[in-house]
Nanobody, 123 residues
Framework: QVQLVESGGGLVQAGGSLRLSCAAS????????VGWFRQAPGKEREFVAA???????YYADSVKGRFTISRDNAKNTVYLQMNSLKPEDTAVHYC?????????????????WGQGTQVTVSS
């Protein structure tokens, strides 16, 4: 397993941008797939985006064209650039890692989770 720490959340107006970071420990991080999930109050945790070990990406329809996931293996960090934010994007955002490094949209298939970072979008 790897240890994950998210940062970059905050309060932003609708239409604004934020960049979340997920910093990982562990020398084999480059072999993991990393996903971003979010959970709003009273709702289930939902898939947002993921990147596999080779850099291929996949997005939920709700964020496609607005969010971009990327990884910098030299820094052991995965980023989620969020543009054109909407009030419905408000949630605690979590990063998660799984091995082997194949993308999954199912939270239960990820082995390691960060503590989460709050994203609040005001209208």
């Amino acid at each position: 397993q790897v240890q994950l720490v998210e940062s970059g959340g905050g309060l932003v107006q609708a239409g604004g941008s934020l960049r979340l970071s997920c910093a990982a420990s562990g020398r084999t991080f480059s072999s993991y797939a990393v996903g971003w999930f979010r959970q709003a109050p009273g709702k289930e945790r939902e898939f947002v985006a993921a990147v596999n070990w080779s850099g291929n990406t996949y997005y939920a329809d709700s964020v496609k064209g607005r969010f971009t996931i990327s990884r910098d293996n030299a820094k052991n960090t995965v980023y989620l650039q969020m543009n054109s934010l909407k009030p419905e994007d408000t949630a605690v955002h979590y990063c998660a890692a799984r091995s082997p490094g194949v993308i999954s949209i199912t939270p239960g298939r990820y082995d390691s989770w960060g503590q989460g970072t709050q994203v609040t979008v005001s209208s």
